[in-house]
């Protein structure tokens, strides 16, 4: 059973990169089927999409963040990385790492997250 | 402000059935994207209640039913228990943005 894991610093300074990594036990990002994503939710809010990566290197990334963020896979393909540069107190949240897949079997119906971490929450504070 | 809208909270004694809309645009549910649910309980990971509008995973009670019309979609629940009360989303795709888009979230108090 695939299973996926958040793990990074709890604590980062203003300005600084923020840096999680996502292991995904019991299977790998090399399967052509899905997406891997970044979800976060600050405290009292909603969720919000961070971005996504898919095997072949391509990311997609949420335009209010696309100046700050870099989705990456570690050569293991068991891996994903999130850099989030630049951080301010606005970037205290609950991080989620989770599995996209297209809706009924086609992306021409959209996508949605079939698989989600734990979460992790990251506080930005000095 | 969220892409998709959803009422901030909905209530429902035990028993009863209560609705969750979740209103989009063109870009995203319109576009004839698929809009999905998920229940959410602090400290966990979100639970896919709903998927493809309509279809529910393994698991997840026929009490639990979506719909899409047009811009919007609902999640009803029907035989509210007390353990239902949690945070639901929506989400859907947007082709403006690229990428997933979710409702604000609805907390669901079971009176």
């Known amino acids: 059973q695939v299973q996926l894991q958040e793990s990074g610093p709890g604590l980062v300074k203003p300005s600084q990169t923020l840096s999680l990594t996502c292991t995904v036990s019991g299977g790998s990002i090399s399967s052509g089927r899905y997406y891997w994503s970044w979800i976060r939710q600050p405290a009292g809010k909603g969720l919000e999409w961070i971005g996504r990566?898919?095997?072949?290197?391509?990311?997609n990334y949420n335009p209010s963040l696309k100046s700050r963020v870099t989705i990456s896979v570690d050569a293991s393909m068991t891996q994903f990385s999130l850099r989030l540069n630049s951080v301010t107190a606005a970037d205290t949240a609950v991080y989620y790492c989770a599995r996209e897949i297209c809706s009924r079997g086609s992306c021409y119906f959209g996508r949605y997250f079939d698989l989600w971490g734990r979460g992790t929450l990251v506080t930005v504070s000095s | 402000q969220s892409v998709l809208t959803q009422p901030p909270s909905v209530s429902g004694a035990p028993g009863q059935r209560v609705t969750i809309s979740c209103t989009g645009s063109?870009?995203?549910?319109?576009?004839?994207?698929?809009v999905h649910w998920y229940q959410h309980l602090p400290g966990t990971a979100p639970k896919l209640l709903i998927h493809g509008n309509n279809n529910r995973p393994s698991g997840v009670p026929d009490r639990f039913s979506g719909s899409k019309s047009a811009t919007s979609a609902s999640l009803a629940i029907a035989g509210l228990q007390a353990d239902d009360e949690a945070d639901y989303y929506c989400?859907?795709?947007?082709?403006?943005?690229?990428?997933?888009?979710f409702g604000g979230g609805t907390k669901l108090t079971v009176l």
């Open positions: 990566m898919y095997t072949s290197g391509n990311t």
């Open positions: 989400l859907s795709y947007d082709n403006s943005l690229s990428g997933a888009v």
């Open positions: 063109s870009s995203n549910i319109g576009a004839g994207n698929d």
